[in-house]
């Protein structure tokens, strides 16, 4: 499993757009600082993704992430998670927990979320429920968030696999051109 999380806000995120030359061109916007914390899980051979939202992200609800996981996996006994560097993914409480129940951490280098799939679904989740959207209210923004990994994402996922991946070639020596 490639573990994040991710923290959309409710802000409008202008992606794309054509604006005339020597025109101005008004941008809607929101007022707010709404926001959610997401922590989530993705089985690249099944395309299966688990999220779980909290009010903060801390070692303590990277926990109860994990317990979720391991209800998901009841015939596993052992998970292998590959996780990014965070505090919070390290602290003794998440390590120790892991260590506990056949989790498997594996911590990817400083600086590379290039190497974690899961990151390229946050950016699949922005084009589909928030890029160029003026959301009206936080209900909206959450429903819609809500709607992309219920809905939305299970629907896509098969088609996904080439950009969900975890294919990438390491580079070992630096090469001239």
């Known amino acids: 499993m490639f573990i994040d999380s991710v923290h959309p806000t409710m802000a409008t995120k202008v992606t794309y757009g054509w604006i005339k030359r020597g025109s101005d061109k008004s941008i809607g916007t929101i007022a707010s600082r709404t926001r959610m914390n997401i922590t989530g899980a993705i089985d690249l051979s099944l395309m299966?993704?688990?999220?779980?939202e909290f009010e903060t992200i801390?070692?303590?609800?990277?926990?109860?992430f994990f317990k979720q996981i391991k209800l998901t996996y009841p015939s596993?006994?052992?998970i292998h998670v590959i996780l990014?560097?965070?505090g919070y993914h390290k602290s003794d409480v998440v390590t120790n927990f892991a260590l506990q129940n056949g989790i498997k951490l594996h911590y990817l280098p400083p600086y590379s979320p290039n190497l974690n799939p899961i990151e390229r679904l946050w950016k699949v989740m922005n084009e589909v429920a928030r890029n160029n959207v003026v959301f009206t209210s936080a209900e909206e923004f959450r429903g819609r968030i809500r709607k992309f990994f219920s809905?939305?994402?299970p629907a896509m996922a098969q088609s996904l696999a080439d950009r969900l991946t975890d294919n990438f070639r390491v580079a070992t020596k630096a090469s001239s051109f």
């Open 58 to 64: 801390n070692g303590e609800n990277i926990v109860k």
């Open 76 to 78: 596993f006994s052992i």
């Open 48 to 52: 299966k993704v688990i999220t779980n």
């Open 151 to 153: 809905i939305d994402y």
């Open 84 to 86: 990014d560097q965070a």
